[in-house]
């Protein structure tokens, strides 16, 4: 239990760096119906949208296909940089349990295959979290767990143009923080000088 609290409280101080949820704007709406037509099923496979969406839209797409479920939902937009957002042009959609989504090895080669190919790829990936305890007692904005940090983490080091959403409680947020505590302990560990090994 005591590990379940402090893990809590690591994502909430992690979370405090991260940019506030997402603002829609009435212009967002039309990312809807595209992206639920390309979440209906439980397919992989990456569609092409008929008209690229704006990253903004996208999400807004997102969040209507993903906040009555309870099960986890993972919904990766692949696109391009343009100025501020990205110009989603195909979607690809997994489902999950209760408490996770993976990504499976397929949707990682896409990715790569994806970012390769594109001087200006970026994949905008957005999962969601099922309405729980939490949501009920404190209306919280989306709180990105160890797991989630840890994804986005190594997407990061191996140099993909990954962006990371959270669906939760309404609300659709970017994380891009580390465990602070954690990478805080693994600094500390290498800083320190060796220990000198010897007889007693």
């Not at 005591?2 to 709406?29: M, T, Y």
């Not at 957002?85 to 690809?92: D, F």
């Not at 404190?138 to 989630?148: K, Q």
Request: aromatic share 6%.
């Amino acid at each position: 239990m005591a590990g379940i609290i402090s893990e809590f409280i690591e994502a909430v101080l992690s979370s405090l760096l991260d940019p506030n949820p997402v603002g829609f704007r009435a212009s967002d709406e039309r990312g809807v119906a595209p992206v639920r037509a390309a979440c209906r099923g439980r397919s992989e496979t990456p569609q092409r949208l008929q008209r690229p969406l704006n990253r903004n839209a996208f999400l807004r797409g997102v969040l209507d296909v993903t906040e009555q479920e309870a099960i986890e939902h993972l919904v990766i937009g692949f696109g391009k940089r343009l100025r501020s957002t990205t110009r989603v042009e195909t979607i690809a959609h997994g489902v999950g349990s209760a408490r996770q989504v993976s990504i499976p090895a397929g949707l990682w080669n896409a990715m790569d295959q994806w970012l390769a190919g594109h001087a200006r790829g970026e994949v905008v990936l957005a999962h969601s979290h099922p309405r729980n305890a939490l949501n009920i007692l404190l209306d919280n904005v989306p709180l990105a767990s160890g797991a989630d940090r840890d994804a986005w983490l190594r997407a990061l080091l191996q140099g993909k143009r990954i962006r990371c959403y959270l669906v939760e409680n309404g609300f659709v947020r970017e994380f891009r923080t580390p465990m602070l505590l954690r990478l805080l302990d693994r600094i500390t560990r290498k800083t320190q000088p060796a220990q000198e090994v010897g007889f007693a």
